[in-house]
């Protein structure tokens, strides 16, 4: 079961990275089931199979060798959604993942959050450099960023982007 909030970013460090992260590369076999394929820094590889939900929803992740990432990218359906994903520790057994999209997602950023329970997920602090909660704005589903036309899918970056700021670090 995968628990998760996922929010709009608005304060953005501009020294990103002293955070570790990985370039993540994924691509939808199909939206209804969710079946997805994903490379991270094209030396992991994993099919996914995602339940219905918002908050809570039901998710199987296996890890598949590189020839069968490469035989099933030839089956993905929309656009092929890339990302650099940084890891940034909140204390106490707690990462937010801060994704930065680029290609035609260029421009996008958004938080996420994976709890143990839904209770911690409702309980949870948001830290001042998150922006609006998207959880359960099914625009903001990768899913459907991957099939959104390219009108809307600008629009959607736009409208991510209209409160972001950039933090000076020292």
């Known amino acids: 079961m995968e628990i998760e909030r996922k929010f709009f ?3 953005l460090s501009s020294n990103l990275m002293q955070f570790p ?3 993540l ?4 076999l199909s939206f209804d089931p969710e079946i997805r394929i994903r490379s991270m820094n094209d030396i992991e590889f994993y099919l996914t199979q995602k339940g219905k939900g918002d908050l809570s929803r039901p998710e199987e992740e296996i890890p598949i060798a590189e020839k069968t990432f490469t035989i099933l990218s030839n089956l993905i359906s929309g656009r092929v959604i890339e990302k650099r994903r940084y890891y940034i520790s909140l204390g106490i057994d707690m990462t937010a993942e801060l994704d930065i999209y680029s290609g035609e997602l260029d421009g996008l950023s958004t938080i996420e959050i994976e709890f143990e329970t839904e209770e911690q997920a409702m309980n949870f602090s948001i830290p001042d450099w998150f922006g609006e909660e998207v959880t359960f704005n099914k625009r903001y589903k990768n899913k459907n960023l991957a099939r959104c036309s390219y009108e809307d899918l600008k629009l ?3 409208e991510s982007n209209s409160k972001k700021l950039i933090k000076k670090d020292k």
């Open 9 to 11: 970013v608005k304060e």
């Open 25 to 28: 590369t994924q691509g939808y």
């Open 21 to 23: 992260f990985k370039n």
């Open 156 to 158: 959607l970056v736009k």
